[in-house]
């Protein structure tokens, strides 16, 4: 069984920088594909980065491309968001999720196996 803990979240001034953390445990990262989700109150949860499995392949929503990246480090067992120049609209709680699949970057939460807890985001004005 495959747990992911998030860390990194908090309060930040707009035009802030904040970075998320995914650590896994059960199962190495090394060939599975990754994407980091966000979820705002009374919104959908919404795809904002993600990346294939080699890591060479990787999507960004028109609303952070940019601002934010994808990584992840397969020593560490651990994927990363670093979120830079924060809008307030970026408020959310976010989440980080795993496939284990050799395929495209997965943009859709039904596509993904394994998620964190969620952690918030919150930027303030």
């Known amino acids: 069984q495959v747990q992911l803990v998030e860390s990194g979240g908090g309060l930040v001034q707009a035009g802030g920088s904040l970075r998320l953390s995914c650590a896994a445990s059960?199962?190495?990262?090394?060939?599975?594909?990754m994407g980091w989700f966000r979820q705002a109150p009374g919104k959908e949860r919404e795809c904002v980065a993600a990346?294939?499995?080699?890591?060479?392949?990787?999507y960004y929503a028109d609303s952070v491309k940019g601002r934010f990246t994808i990584s992840k480090d397969n020593a560490k067992n651990t994927q990363y968001l670093t979120m830079n120049r924060l809008k307030p609209e970026d408020t959310a709680v976010y989440y980080c999720?795993?496939?284990?699949?050799?395929?495209?970057?997965?943009?859709?939460?039904?596509?993904?196996?394994?998620w964190g807890q969620g952690t918030q985001v919150t930027v303030s004005s």
């Open positions: 990346v294939n499995w080699s890591g060479v392949n990787t």
């Open positions: 999720a795993v496939r284990y699949a050799l395929g495209p970057p997965y943009l859709t939460p039904d596509e993904y196996d394994y």
């Open positions: 059960g199962r190495t990262f090394r060939s599975s594909a």
